[in-house]
């Protein structure tokens, strides 16, 4: 029976002594003369398995030739290791090889640039940066769904094609069946009564609307899906395709919702940390020194809430230069959020936002100026979820649209669940990309995502 | 503190004569003179909470005029049931309307045609019948995370845009940034090279190529996304966006992946059955008849596993009347699929298909006529996954891809996993809605998706 390496790692105990067999990849080789070592891994599992073998093998001389990348399976005996901080090896009983791999295989045994790597997208999991990182947006991944599952909140696939022109269609993808090159017209337009759909339609750069169809039916939803935005932006923190978690729960305001922001991130963060130790400690050994002390102080701490108003007077305060200058009526800047968190020291929910530079959906409050918006800041990252309290008054909505200048007609449905027992309610958005960053340490957000798509760059 | 309906029925013997607050909507308004009952739901539990009241309420004159589908929130007192088949009842003390709802509103307690239902997307999951079909998509969702995190399986998010254009691009949406009214040219042809990726990008139609490079690094992946197809097709099974599962796993060959596909269905099937009560046994009476022995049957059964060839010898031999008359070398009819399945009375796994109807990555078998594909047909429901022994050989690869004229071009660093350690590896795909209409017993695919998108249908 063919063993995973995890398993073995979980189970050593009751292996020791025992033969087992495994499948994998040669990660490195150590040749002696009458012996050698092979960094063994299977994918499975952080660590490698030490393989070692002598000239007690019959094919003594085949197994030395064998090469970094090679596919090998290989039965052995599990024994105690005479190396340091090695729990365990496994003495060659036999092997085969099942694919073997070239002298000129990109991924050697060696420091290798990220910016090589990424060159090497479909390779580069097989190293231990990029093969960590990976199994933790997994492991991430399923900590998200747990928690939410676990609190009553349904899972919705929102729809990826949409024709919701709702955030300006010059921020979304254009998708179409025509030909590109020999396009129907229609008195010099594109007439897209000819596609597909009848319509022009689009890739989505958020589910909440729907999602908010259907918090008026379950109560607590979540999304969990691939979101767009043809930003012609290379930044760090930008991609044109990335992951969005949007949860949207009904009978919830601004502070019940930084309850459940609170209480999720920190459900994450420890759940990574429990399931992942392997990993962690290497982000924080060679990624981002202090992450674990980092990521140990949020479970610790309460996330201070503070108004954007109040947030603009501390930092009119403050005895720094400012490259833009804080203002009541205005965004906070990157520097900004940089010294709100040092000087709470702790996560920031920021609450309350001018409204002219929020989204048409949110609750404007009774200020008449400010809008029931949230942002969390967190040390070392900026900005980690953005939420609101929707407005639910139908009346309200439809005048904020028309001030706003957004076109009802693709989504009066949504205005209409204002109308059929509407209530007060609440969602966020955090970019899973981004979550990731933070997690890991990783500082670009083209290492955190499998393939990225950022501009000029849609290979593989 | 407000509750969950769902905290309620799990918590009902300590709950019983407590006071508690519930928030949700009215499905259903019985008056009587002296009292009245009110159907209520809040979205996180199939059934409905009984809401008694009668005169002492100082605002019983209000509460009368209170119509279905409004939002309420309710204080009362946990109750016995005088009411047949009917655990308790919750006895009104006070109550707040919080959001109103007209008469005209669309979602009466009435039968509604499911046309008519699906003309109401975004109302529908208030209903008995669509509320436990999301509900069951979520939970379905989580099973299937749940059996391969289990298993060491590492989730990947392959990417939606691709330029890998590698199962004709005429299959494939294409997405742009650029102006469709005014695109640039160059010799006759769009410019591509003017897009944000710098040529032109498709959204996928499977994420298998992607999955196979993580698959040589973690030995089993699965994706678990959106997928794309452009068909111009109006069956009951097919939409023009769905979500899909694509494992992959690396030394597993044909009967290993057999292996992994019976488990994780049966695991997926159960876990349903488990979580979801309530919903199974409502879709058992009203949807489909018999609809839970047919997955208990799935459950105590041992799959079927013969190849294409000896499927056509049974089919030649029946005593049959054929639309499409079985052979050899040709597909398989959805008359073949009901045929072969009520013959075993058991899914069937179906092997070794004629390589000339399959995919230019499968496998050729030593007979040089067959590849090592395997679909699965389950009663009721035909094809249910398919999948293949991927072909390992490098060169042989590169025959194949000539022959069937695929272009190296875009997939050159796919072809390349074959010379990097290699290994023999086998993967398949599960189209996730038409799993949940195997589990529900929905007829159509339009009644399992949140927004189906089909051709000419892109509302919402």
Redesign the interface.
Known sequence: M?M?V??VYQQLEEMMEKEVVL????RNHRKQKEFGFIDFN???FFKNVQLVYDQSLSDFEEIQKLRV???L?VRGKVIESPAKGQAFEIHVLDWKL?????EN???QPKRHTREFLREQA??R??TNLF?AV??V???T??AI?EYF?SH?????????????DCEGSDQM?????LD??H?PKNE???D?SKD??????Y?TGTGQL?GE??A?????IYTF??T?R?E?SNTKTHA??F?MIEPEI??CDLNGLMDIEEEMLKYVVRYVLEHCPEEMDFFDQFVEKGLKEKLNKLLDSSFVRISHHDVVDILKKADVKWEFEPDYGEDIAKEHERYITEYFNSPVFITDWPKDIKAWYMKVNADGKTVAAVDLEVPGAGELMGGSQRE?DYDKLMKRMKEMDIDEDTVD??C?????????HSGFGMGFDRLLMYITGIENIRDV???P?T??????
């Open positions: 063919v995973d995890k398993e499948q994998g990849w040669i299977d994918g499975t990348g090679a596919s399976e099942l694919g073997d791999c070239p295989y990109p991924i479909y390779l999991p097989r093969g990976f199994r947006r997994s492991v991944a399923m769904h599952q009553n909140y349904i899972y919705v696939h929102t729809p990826l094609i949409t024709t919701a993808f254009k998708v179409t069946t590109m090159d396009l010099g337009h594109v897209m597909l759909f009848g319509k022009q339609a890739i729907h169809a259907f008026m039916a379950y109560k607590k899906g691939p767009f043809t012609n044109n395709e992951w009904a009978f639910e449905w949504y209409n669940l204002r109308r059929f027992g509407g209530c007060y995502i499998p393939f798509r501009p000029g760059n849609c290979d593989y």
